[in-house]
């Protein structure tokens, strides 16, 4: 099987560091920001991105398709309104998306107008604040993604020989962004005041939930915005830098990082040192329950363990694999078959997207028998009685005379599945025509997008 390819490390821009800091204070210190954002050009990308990226109504109600209508009636006045400062965004709506520990996970759900202005705001700071990050930063970052920072610890982790991590955990770090904070850093780079008034507005815009209560954010960057990432990753810089100051090899998404080391007892006092600077500089809560000392192949970053100098995916996150399956295939959910496939497909191709980095051809091969396994499972079910399993049987070719055996049986269900009157009847071919995903498949193109996926065998 190929290994992956280690991530090649930044090539430093012409010119230097020294010049491409010069050149991002030189562009943040114009005070016409502000316009720059409102640029038309700017604006109809910001809108390609939200249109694109879709997404539930604000609290207006407003969806994505209606906003062009909305827009021009009264885009003339909402202009006017952000450039004189009295422009007042919307509370943004409260989600709550449940986690795999049974807890939920707080979004805010910002009205559309508000995403795309967001979206413009960030895609004119970017630029400024792109050059100057950290290449030990990953996550929302061009050209960056959860795997080159996965690769970049199995590169770092073997080429320094650091078997040991600091595997910190940020407190709700979303919910508890101290404001001031994260202001004081836009306003090194960010000399428009305009700017900075509107950012602070939307931190302070509020959150209504779902009871319809509005609550005020005196802390926080809600999450579901398209500025939140950015201004992440703004206040977070200031850990980067510490952390290359020390000489630490680390990587960090978003807010989940790790710090490599050579022993543990470097690595708990890494720990302590880290902790104090995120509190004390930051004003953020270091988790200390869920942050950990530990060997490397008892690390879980991004949904992955480096086992042997390899990457593999953790049991966590084959876990959430099969029961995300599971709940798809429920008979119950009262959804008819063709919708189940259409999430399958949809379900198993981010998934292999993400996780075929970790995975590997034999893991890929077993959890394509076993899905194919459930989707039997899934159909034998909603035949429910004899007489129906019997007559979908005969359609699908199985003797009349022999029938009874599978039809009649007193077998659980999910052996049935594997029954070979059953397999017989919902054949591999068949369940390729009813829209069945091959994670086998799926895994070989993307491991091997220059090889051809077929000649290998699927597993019956």
């Not at 954010?217 to 999450?223: E, L, R, S």
């Not at 000392?293 to 100098?309: M, P, Q, R, S």
């Not at 063709?338 to 970790?358: D, H, I, P, T």
Request: net charge positive.
């Amino acid at each position: 099987m190929n290994r992956p390819e280690p991530m090649k490390p930044t090539t430093k821009p012409q010119g230097g560091v020294r010049h491409v800091i010069a050149q991002a204070e030189k562009a943040s210190s114009c005070e016409d920001l502000l316009e720059k954002v409102l640029a038309r050009d700017n604006l109809l990308a910001a809108w390609k991105r939200v249109r694109q990226n879709g997404g539930a109504a604000g609290i207006d109600g407003m969806k994505i398709a209606d906003f062009p209508d909305f827009l021009r009636q009264h885009w003339e006045t909402i202009r006017r309104k952000l450039l004189d400062g009295t422009y007042a965004p919307s509370p943004v709506r409260r989600v709550e998306i449940p986690k795999a520990d049974g807890t939920k996970r707080p979004l805010g759900i910002p009205t559309v107008l508000d995403r795309v202005i967001q979206q413009a705001i960030a895609q004119i700071l970017t630029p400024i604040y792109e050059p100057v990050f950290s290449e030990h930063s990953f996550g929302f970052r061009p050209a960056r993604s959860a795997h080159d920072a996965i690769q970049s610890v199995q590169r770092k982790s073997k080429e320094k020989r650091r078997k040991w991590v600091v595997d910190c955990d940020l407190k709700a770090f979303f919910d508890t962004v101290n404001h001031d904070v994260l202001m004081s850093r836009l306003e090194r780079r960010i000399k428009d005041r305009r700017v900075l008034s509107l950012i602070g507005k939307y931190l302070r815009a509020g959150v209504v939930l779902p009871s319809g209560k509005l609550d005020p954010t005196c802390t926080g960057v809600p999450q579901g915005g398209p500025l939140s990432p950015l201004l992440a990753n703004i206040l977070l810089d200031d850990l980067d830098q510490e952390l290359e100051k020390r000489g630490h090899s680390f990587a960090r998404y978003a807010d989940d990082f790790v710090i490599l080391c050579r022993s543990p007892r470097a690595a708990q006092r890494v720990m302590q040192s880290v902790a104090r600077f995120v509190e004390q500089r930051l004003n953020l809560t270091v988790n200390r329950t869920k942050s950990k000392v530990c060997e490397i192949k008892d690390a879980v970053f991004l949904g992955f363990t480096i086992v042997k100098n390899r990457i593999k995916w953790s049991e966590k996150s084959k876990a959430k694999f099969g029961a995300r399956i599971r709940e798809i295939t429920k008979r119950t959910r009262g959804v008819s078959p063709c919708k189940v496939m259409e999430e399958l497909q949809l379900f198993v191709r981010g998934a292999l997207n993400y996780y075929s980095l970790g995975m590997t051809y034999a893991e890929a091969r077993e959890l394509d028998g076993w899905l194919r396994r459930r989707v039997r499972l899934y159909y034998w079910k909603q035949w429910g009685r004899p007489r129906a399993r019997r007559r979908n049987l005969i359609k699908l070719g199985i003797n009349r005379a022999t029938v009874h055996m599978a039809s009649r049986s007193r077998k659980g269900p999910w052996r049935m599945s594997q029954n070979s009157k059953v397999r017989g009847a919902m054949t591999n071919q068949w369940l390729d025509q009813q829209g069945v995903p091959s994670i086998e498949n799926q895994w070989t193109n993307i491991r091997y997008p220059n090889g051809p996926a077929k000649g290998r065998s699927r597993v019956p």
